[in-house]
């Protein structure tokens, strides 16, 4: 007995170590102080309404918002066909494709970065939506392959030969029966793609310029020179919208099934 | 009734480097005729069945459906229904949905569909069902929606591969007689993969029995149960007594009984096959084969009466409807057994 007790004691101050960050971020973007104190003195929704008039943050998150649907479309496009191809081919090679497009997953994130803006920076592509757009690719493509590769492995056996002896033309077999089947798998990875993108951090700093931000880089900048709890209301709501993803996608297709748990 | 042509031409299948699991298989099929293709696991009839769909690649050979040469076509283009060992329905469709899809890739109008599509799920009894999705049908049913869809097309061809191995003995019979009117009907030229030889001789025109990738005999029903053409086929195909013998001077010695052999025999080693219910326990006359030995076991099933009768150091099993009147023979009671020399099967013993 005492046993157990111990075990949910350890688990519960696990489960307190992971999220104690965004717990405390919530109560903090109430805050009515002009600085960030633990505990706030008192609670208001100023930080609320001020951030809405940091352009500077707001005109990021535009494009942080923006800039993941881009890469969401191009990463559905572009994975697509590769894991159709991926997890049903029977060439020379596949191993290692797979391993070669799924490696940046690996990857130390500040190598992929540095390499990156040296790429970059002789092709002028620093701090334009191209070099943002492709930067991000990098990093949420293995994601989508990853993810769409398991969708395509999940599919009931045979039912595509079916349809075809049906008379269903490939695409009509991709259209009618490929794609519907592989819907909870399409939308995990539109799901998570999103999420990369707009979280991702370490390679947006070493790509982004003076006119063209991410939400995350803004965010970091803003810190670096003020310390008011207004980046903390951001916070506050950026943990709302991924969690309302990731509830919409649990509800809507099972998150553990989608990801071929 | 015009019915398609089928002719397979050396078809070949190998995976890798392994023993190629169809081998140069060359089979004739006549317009709207119904054949079999009947062997034991892994002898290759899925496979022969997908070649011909054109959902596998042939490794060599040819279809050929009314003289067209169809190898190289895909599936889509070849106007075959098949019907699928593990059924294939589309999870994500109901089982009207299922039904309708080839008719709506055939472009075929609503209205035609909907009507179509409630006849065919008649014909297989589903049509109270037509809403369900397929999982939540029971394995039978699954079955008979992937019948309703491959037949609602109406194709050039059916291929069905066991498509009864899940239904009860009753839905099963009815299934059989079900298909056979339908293909009778519609004329449909038909290949029905099964590894059951009873549905096999009930069901189909003719019989290509396979083992290991080739034809061991291609014959109706008739032949490939009276004159099977190697000991194999006689052993797959209804079941026999397998006594080791002797030939010589025509005749055919087992122990030390002596018995006629139906046609001219070369000397040499040879098994001897005689069907259990051919044997009965008669003194025989012309034209019969008479041994006399003990009765070593008595198995009384009701309607059947099996007796394992020992005689020339051999084992017969005899099998005799019960009679009325009539008691079984005790174990240890010496008998007479006899059957028709035409009933008995020699093939020279395959020395290893
Ligand atoms: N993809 C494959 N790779 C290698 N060998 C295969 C493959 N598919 C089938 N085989 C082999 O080919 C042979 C024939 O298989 P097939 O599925 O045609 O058998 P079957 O007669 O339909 O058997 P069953 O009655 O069990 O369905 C088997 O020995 C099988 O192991
Ligand atoms: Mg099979």
Redo the contacts between chains.
């Keep these: 007995m005492i046993g157990r007790a111990a075990h949910r004691a350890l688990i519960a101050a696990l489960f307190l170590f992971l999220l104690a960050p965004v717990v405390l971020v919530i109560p903090m973007s109430f805050s009515a102080d002009a600085f960030l104190v633990w505990p706030p003195s008192g609670f208001s929704l100023r930080w609320y309404t001020a951030m809405w008039r940091e352009t500077k943050l707001m005109e990021a998150a535009r494009n942080s918002i923006l800039l993941a649907c881009l890469v969401c479309a191009a990463t559905l496009v572009l994975a697509m066909p590769a894991a159709l191809v991926l997890a049903r081919g029977r060439f020379r090679g596949r191993e290692a494709l797979v391993a070669l497009l799924t490696a940046p997953l690996l990857l130390p994130t500040i190598v992929l970065a540095l390499a990156l803006l040296i790429l970059f920076v002789g092709y002028g592509l620093i701090g334009s939506w191209p070099g943002l757009l492709l930067a991000h690719l990098l990093v949420a493509l293995p994601y989508g392959i990853r993810v769409l590769m398991t969708a395509v492995s999940t599919l ?4 595509e ?10 695409w ?2 991709f259209r ?2 490929t794609l ?2 592989m819907l909870p798998g399409v939308a995990a990875t539109a799901a998570i793609v999103f999420l990369v993108s707009f979280d991702e951090v370490v390679i947006s700093l070493f790509v982004v310029g003076p006119e063209l931000t991410t939400l995350p880089v803004a965010m970091f900048r803003y810190v670096e020179s003020r310390t008011d709890p207004l980046v903390a209301a951001v916070s506050a709501l950026l943990v709302l919208l991924t969690l309302s993803i990731v509830i919409v996608l649990e509800r809507a297709v099972g998150l553990g099934r989608a990801l071929g748990k | 009734m015009a019915g398609t042509a089928l002719v397979l031409e050396g078809l070949t299948k190998r995976y890798g480097t392994l023993a190629p699991a169809v081998d140069a298989l060359s089979l004739t099929v006549q317009p709207g005729e119904f054949i079999g293709l009947l062997g034991p696991s892994g002898c290759g009839k899925t496979t022969t069945l997908r070649m011909i ?3 596998i690649e042939a490794s060599g050979g040819r279809v050929l459906v009314d003289g067209r040469d169809v190898t190289a076509l ?3 283009r ?5 019907v ?1 060992q ?1 059924y ?5 469709m109901d089982v009207a949905g299922n039904v309708a ?2 008719l709506e ?2 472009g075929m109008k609503r209205g035609e569909i909907a009507a179509k599509v409630e006849a065919a799920l008649d014909l297989v009894r589903l049509g109270h069902l037509a809403k369900r999705r397929p999982k939540e049908l029971s394995g039978g049913q699954q079955q008979r929606v992937a019948l309703a ?2 037949l609602v ?1 109406e194709p050039s061809v059916l291929l069905l591969d066991e498509p009864l191995s899940n239904l009860d003995a009753k839905l099963r019979e009815e299934m059989r007689a079900e298909i056979q009117d339908i293909q009778r009907r519609l004329g449909i030229t038909t290949i029905f993969v099964t590894h059951d030889q009873a549905e096999a001789l009930a069901m189909c025109d003719r019989i290509a029995v396979m083992a290991q990738g080739r034809i061991a005999q291609l014959g109706t029903p008739h032949d490939i149960y009276e004159h099977p053409a190697s000991e194999f086929v006689a052993d797959f195909v209804g079941r026999s007594n397998r006594i080791a013998g002797h030939a010589a001077d025509g005749r055919l010695n087992i122990g030390d009984l002596t018995i006629d052999a139906p046609a001219p025999v070369a000397p040499g080693p040879v098994t001897v096959m005689i069907r259990p219910h051919r044997i009965a326990f008669t003194a025989g006359g012309a034209g019969w084969n008479e041994v006399r030995g003990s009765v070593r076991r008595v198995t009384y099933v009701g309607d059947v009466l099996a007796c394992e009768v020992t005689a020339g150091g051999a084992v017969f099993l005899v099998e005799q409807p019960t009679q009325p009147g009539v008691p079984p023979p005790e174990a240890g009671a010496e008998v007479c057994i006899a059957w028709r020399v035409a009933d008995t099967l020699v093939f020279p013993r395959e020395t290893a």
């Design positions: 009931p056996p045979a039912v030969e079916a349809a075809s002896s049906l008379g269903a033309a490939p009509r077999v009618r029966i519907p089947l | 769909g054109g959902l895909p599936p889509h070849r106007d075959m229904g098949i699928f593990n294939a329905l589309f999870p994500h899809f080839g890739m055939r869809r491959a097309i």
